[in-house]
């Protein structure tokens, strides 16, 4: 019993000791010079937007507008893409009003309203609008000539592609030699 009593009375100075008020530490005399603050970091620069940013959005936006010029064709409208592979285009050609859109018999055409036939045109102005072709560079790659400007040579046609990419990384132009021309700007 004795034994018991020392213990708990053991216990009770080293719970009185730990629980006892700490005494602050001494001033010292000399006192060190406060930490400056940290220096604020700024945030990077975004890098600049590439040529292969600007292909990724090609192929995966939910819609743009669209000019293309190409072999005296003259084509305006929107392409609309529910999700890839599943794209609407809307123009007009020559004044008539056309669409395509994808669908699980392939593309169907309509004009005015009604299904039709592809115009001769119609597939390759489809294509042009919700592929992202990316041929091949003689290059290597496609070369920034200016910011935003990019030039490749297409190694199996030799023709000449020249690509516009804004800020946000969007093809807003695109021409091939002086046979192509596509303008692109976005839906509003």
């Not at 700490?22 to 937007?49: F, R």
């Not at 008539?96 to 859109?101: C, G, N, S």
């Not at 992202?132 to 290059?139: H, I, N, R, V």
């Not at 030799?158 to 946000?168: R, S, Y």
Request: hydrophobic residues 35%; negative net charge.
């Amino acid at each position: 019993m004795r034994c018991e009593r020392l213990i708990k009375y053991a216990a009770f100075l080293v719970l009185l000791t730990a629980c006892s008020r700490e005494s602050p530490a001494p001033v010292s005399e000399t006192t060190t010079p406060a930490a400056e603050p940290p220096a604020t970091a700024t945030a990077a620069p975004a890098p600049p937007k590439t040529y292969e940013d600007a292909v990724v959005w090609f192929r995966s936006t939910p819609g743009f507008h669209f000019v293309v010029e190409e072999n005296r064709v003259r084509a305006e409208g929107d392409m609309q893409r529910a999700t890839v592979g599943a794209e609407t285009m809307r123009s007009t050609v020559n004044g008539e009003e056309w669409t395509a859109e994808s669908t699980a018999k392939g593309v169907v055409w309509k004009r005015g309203g009604r299904e039709s036939p592809a115009p001769e045109w119609g597939n390759r102005l489809y294509q042009r609008v919700t592929v992202a072709f990316d041929p091949q560079k003689s290059e290597g790659s496609a070369l920034l000539l200016d910011p935003g400007h990019y030039r490749f040579t297409d190694a199996n046609s030799g023709a000449l592609h020249d690509v516009f990419v804004n800020e946000a990384g969007q093809i807003t132009k695109m021409t091939i030699g002086d046979a192509m021309t596509m303008t692109l700007t976005q839906q509003k």
